[in-house]
């Protein structure tokens, strides 16, 4: 018995399925079980939820979503050596794993689960952040999750949480903060992996709010900061020259003035010039 389940310890199943990690697929794999259980309790209440897992490995944060009573788990793995241990883990919870083996970039999985719907992941580093920011910009509002309880790397899980006038803040803190509560929950040093990463790592939990922060039209509000960060250096009224005529006018109309640098304006002022400019 390893503790949560009576599988093998994960060593024994990486050994026995030949796991080796390949860094193409950002494999840095969680092993020690009290770890990955105590990261699935940070996603929350999971007991009536649908689980949203991408890139589960041999399994380790998947045991512990299950154990912890997840009502089911969508396992989404690129890496098609993980399967037969996943099948593994099936066998022990029967009807509650459901595995994809794909690219997560390629699959829409809110078709396949009910609401309420969490996100719990030790994310591939290499399509972690193109992943959150498509969460966090669907169409409709709220999503189809209300959580998101993702490992990163640390500067990653840093920039999203950061706030104005920190050299974190940017495109993805104003994106994560409009339409989220958003806080690092869990620091891990490398050794907490195998095989160790070269930089720190964080769980990062994402709660949804019911509705965006401040008034903004989603696409306006994306074009703007995108335009705002792609040059941070610049002054804003520089930095947005392209976006209107009278730019300056619509800086300061805003709350913004137009010396301003895009690292020291707030979500509330993006969202008053996404309006004005939208
Ligand atoms: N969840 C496991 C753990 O915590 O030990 C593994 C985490 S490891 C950081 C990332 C996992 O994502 C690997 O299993 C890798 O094969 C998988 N992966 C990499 N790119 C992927 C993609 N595009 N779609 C789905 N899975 C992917």
Same mark, same amino acid.
């Given at each position: !018995?390893?503790?949560?389940?009576? @599988?093998?310890?994960?060593?024994?199943?990486?050994?026995?399925?030949?796991?080796?990690?390949?860094?193409?697929?950002?494999?840095?794999?969680?092993?020690?079980?009290?770890?990955?259980?105590?990261?699935? #309790?940070?996603?929350?209440?999971?007991?009536?939820?649908?689980?949203?897992?991408?890139?589960?490995?041999?399994?380790?944060?998947?045991?512990?979503?299950?154990?912890?009573?997840?009502?089911?788990?969508?396992?989404?793995?690129?890496? %098609?050596?993980?399967?037969?241990?996943?099948?593994?883990?099936?066998? +022990?919870?029967?009807?509650?794993?459901?595995? &994809?083996?794909?690219?997560?970039?390629?699959?829409?999985?809110?078709?396949? @689960?009910?609401?309420?719907?969490?996100?719990?992941?030790? =994310?591939?580093?290499?399509?972690?952040?193109?992943?959150?920011?498509?969460?966090?910009?669907?169409?409709?509002?709220?999503?189809?999750?209300?959580?998101?309880?993702? !490992?990163?790397?640390?500067?990653?899980?840093?920039?999203? +949480?950061?706030?104005?006038?920190?050299?974190?803040?940017?495109?993805?803190? +104003?994106?994560?903060?409009?339409?989220?509560?958003?806080?690092? +929950?869990?620091?891990?040093?490398?050794?907490?992996?195998?095989?160790?990463?070269?930089?720190?790592?964080?769980?990062?939990?994402?709660?949804? @709010?019911?509705?965006?922060?401040? %008034?903004?039209?989603?696409?306006?509000?994306? #074009?703007?900061?995108? #335009?705002?960060?792609?040059?941070?250096?610049? !002054? !804003?009224?520089?930095?947005?020259?392209?976006?209107?005529?009278? &730019?300056?006018? #619509?800086?300061?109309?805003?709350?913004?003035?137009?010396?301003?640098?895009?690292?020291?304006?707030? =979500?509330?002022?993006?969202?008053?010039?996404?309006?004005?400019?939208?």
């Amino acid at each position: !018995m390893s503790g949560i389940d009576a @599988l093998p310890p994960l060593r024994e199943v990486i050994a026995s399925h030949g796991l080796s990690a390949r860094k193409s697929l950002g494999q840095n794999f969680l092993l020690d079980l009290n770890l990955t259980a105590k990261i699935a #309790r940070m996603a929350g209440d999971i007991g009536n939820s649908d689980v949203l897992e991408i890139g589960p490995g041999p399994g380790g944060l998947t045991r512990g979503l299950l154990a912890e009573g997840a009502r089911r788990v969508l396992a989404v793995e690129k890496d %098609a050596r993980c399967l037969p241990a996943l099948e593994e883990i099936a066998a +022990v919870y029967p009807g509650r794993l459901e595995i &994809i083996h794909g690219d997560a970039l390629d699959i829409d999985p809110a078709a396949r @689960l009910s609401p309420p719907i969490k996100i719990a992941a030790n =994310l591939p580093y290499n399509v972690g952040t193109e992943l959150l920011v498509r969460w966090l910009t669907p169409e409709d509002w709220p999503p189809f999750w209300d959580s998101l309880t993702l !490992m990163f790397q640390r500067e990653v899980a840093e920039r999203i +949480v950061a706030r104005p006038g920190s050299k974190a803040y940017g495109r993805l803190a +104003v994106l994560a903060q409009w339409r989220s509560s958003a806080q690092i +929950v869990l620091n891990l040093p490398p050794g907490a992996f195998t095989p160790p990463p070269k930089v720190s790592s964080a769980v990062v939990h994402l709660k949804s @709010l019911d509705a965006p922060r401040f %008034a903004a039209e989603p696409k306006a509000l994306e #074009r703007v900061v995108a #335009r705002a960060f792609n040059q941070r250096r610049k !002054m !804003m009224r520089a930095a947005l020259k392209g976006l209107a005529p009278d &730019i300056e006018d #619509r800086l300061i109309a805003s709350g913004i003035k137009p010396t301003d640098r895009a690292e020291t304006v707030g =979500l509330e002022q993006f969202c008053a010039l996404a309006r004005n400019l939208g």
